[in-house]
T-cell receptor, first 113, second 112 residues
Framework: EPEVTQTPSHQVTQMGQEVILRCVPISNHLYFYWYRQILGQKVEFLVSFYNNEISEKSEIFDDQFSVERPDGSNFTLKIRSTKLEDSAMYFC???????????FGPGTRLTVL | DQQVKQNSPSLSVQEGRISILNCDYTNSMFDYFLWYKKYPAEGPTFLISISSIKDKNEDGRFTVFLNKSAKHLSLHIVPSQPGDSAVYFCAASARGNNDMRFGAGTRLTVKP
């Protein structure tokens, strides 16, 4: 069964460093998402991406964040200058068509020291 | 952002009994609701969904009920099994809006 994959599973970085989290969505899906979950808190929407552009973003997704679909398969989340409070699980999700269920990857645990 | 609320952080039930997980929402524009299950160290897994044109959707042991006037939905699991022990998230979205809002989750423990 097709699934969303994410790499790395765990990323440790120093505050102020740039990180890139990678995702490979399900191949025939058209909508792509990033969510995060700070330890002990709810899953929070960050950004959605469709037709090679951001379709929606939350207030969390500030100028430090960017997303890219550099080729036909990868979907990346870049945090330009990480802060301690960026430490969280980051989940990628994809959806085949609008108004449907999203399929989530296993997550990347980001630890900012 | 409290548009989707799950007021019970945890629930414990005996194997074979019914589990009822509740969710409330405030945004009247939401018209599509989903339940996800999450195990530790894994991403959320889709369980069941319901659109606002229906008030009930059933899939095996899982049934979701939607009460639009009360802005309330619930997930029933019958019979509950130990393997159902996980965190359950309620999520909602609005047509034409591709983001999804999650509740805080309810940790279900099914005791053998």
């Amino acid at each position: 069964e097709p699934e969303v994959t994410q790499t790395p599973s765990h990323q440790v970085t120093q505050m102020g460093q740039e990180v890139i989290l990678r995702c490979v969505p399900i191949s025939n899906h058209l909508y792509f998402y990033w969510y995060r979950q700070i330890l002990g808190q709810k899953v929070e929407f960050l950004v959605s991406f469709y037709n090679n552009e951001i379709s929606e973003k939350s207030e969390i997704f500030d100028d430090q964040f960017s997303v890219e679909r550099p080729d036909g398969s990868n979907f990346t989340l870049k945090i330009r200058s990480t802060k301690l409070e960026d430490s969280a699980m980051y989940f990628c999700a994809s959806m085949r068509v609008s108004y449907n269920e999203q399929f989530f990857g296993p997550g990347t645990r980001l630890t900012v020291l | 952002d409290q548009q989707v609320k799950q007021n019970s952080p945890s629930l414990s039930v005996q194997e074979g009994r019914i589990s009822i997980l509740n969710c409330d929402y405030t945004n009247s524009m939401f018209d599509y609701f989903l339940w996800y299950k999450k195990y530790p160290a894994e991403g959320p897994t889709f369980l069941i969904s319901i659109s606002s044109i229906k008030d009930k959707n059933e899939d095996g042991r899982f049934t979701v009920f939607l009460n639009k006037s009360a802005k309330h939905l619930s997930l029933h699991i019958v019979p509950s099994q130990p393997g159902d022990s996980a965190v359950y998230f309620c999520a909602a979205s609005a047509r034409g809006n591709n983001d999804m809002r999650f509740g805080a989750g309810t940790r279900l423990t099914v005791k053998p």
